[in-house]
């Protein structure tokens, strides 16, 4: 029974995964061409694959059933700005793996003030994500 909870688990983790590539694949793929040689990539090999060969697909679906009936002049789409970004501003659970001091807080209205504050390690927080990204990056906190 236990086996099968974590099966499930984590068939939804990869899902939920596979989900989030397909609905922002051109941000992803073009992410992944400016990342530097020594950074790791966030797309494991099969994703970047995945990522690449669902571009691939869409954009010869797009050609095959809707652009060719077009104008010339309309025939062409830029899938980078088609594609909606991910919201950066959203809220994210995270779990702190390394004390960090100093986090620069934006504010969330005009009447409010930037204001720093310091995540203690093994603390769990609710935070704007791009607040937080370079701490995701480097492996400073953990998402939840």
């Known amino acids: 029974m ?3 909870r974590i099966r499930y688990v984590l068939s939804s983790y990869l899902r939920c995964r596979l989900m989030k590539i397909e609905k922002f694949f ?3 793929l073009e992410k992944e061409k400016t990342h530097h040689e020594g950074e790791p990539s966030s797309l494991s090999p099969e ?5 690449k060969e669902y571009m691939a697909n869409t954009e010869t679906y ?3 059933v809707a652009l060719r009936h077009m104008p010339p002049n309309l025939q062409k789409v830029d899938l980078l700005r ?3 970004k991910p919201d950066l501003d959203s809220y994210v659970f995270l779990r702190v ?3 960090q001091e100093n986090i620069m807080v934006e504010p969330e ?3 409010q003030r930037d204001y720093v504050i310091d995540l203690e390690e093994g603390s769990q927080h ?8 370079p701490l995701v990056a480097s492996g400073a906190v953990q998402l939840i």
């Not at 994703?47 to 990522?51: K, L, Q, V």
């Not at 609710?126 to 990204?133: D, G, Q, S, W």
């Open 82 to 84: 088609s594609v909606p």
């Open 109 to 111: 209205t005009d009447e």
């Open 62 to 64: 797009l050609k095959n």
């Open 47 to 51: 994703e970047f694959a995945f990522a």
């Open 26 to 28: 051109p941000h992803i």
């Open 126 to 133: 609710l935070i704007r994500y791009k607040t937080i990204a």
């Open 2 to 4: 236990e086996m099968e």
């Open 97 to 99: 793996k390394e004390r």
